[in-house]
Nanobody, 124 residues
């Protein structure tokens, strides 16, 4: 199983980016997929998750980020709008075959497949 994340880059504050994560080798249509991020000098933190119709967001991104998935393409997306300098981080997609409950989605230990990360820098 491989997760290939892409779409990162340099953007000005207030700008937008769309991250993509393509999964190959297995279908996760009934499982949970998520995005995490790690800022320089900080621990990895939960950003957003999606499992069937259940979606969860970290409070810091709620209302600005949107997670979605295309099961036909085995791809999960993260649309990031109104970006702030504090959103600067390496973003990682993660997946598990399990249908996690909401609270469990936020724990990175519950995911056993990870992408390589894509860097997002928000700066003027």
């Amino acid at each position: 199983v491989q997760l290939q994340a892409s779409g990162g880059g340099l953007v000005q504050p207030g700008g937008s980016l769309r991250l993509s994560c393509v999964v190959s080798g297995r279908t996760f249509s009934t499982g949970t997929m998520a995005w995490f991020r790690r800022a320089p000098g900080k621990e990895r933190e939960f950003v957003a998750s999606i499992r069937s119709g259940n979606i969860g967001y970290a409070e810091s991104v709620r209302g600005r980020f949107t997670i979605s998935r295309d099961n036909a393409k085995n791809t999960v997306y993260l649309q990031m709008n109104s970006l702030k300098p504090e959103d600067t981080a390496d973003y990682y997609c993660a997946a598990t075959m399990l249908g996690l409950i909401v609270t469990a989605c936020r724990n990175p230990n519950n995911y056993n497949y990870w992408g390589q990360g894509t860097q997002v820098t928000v700066s003027s």
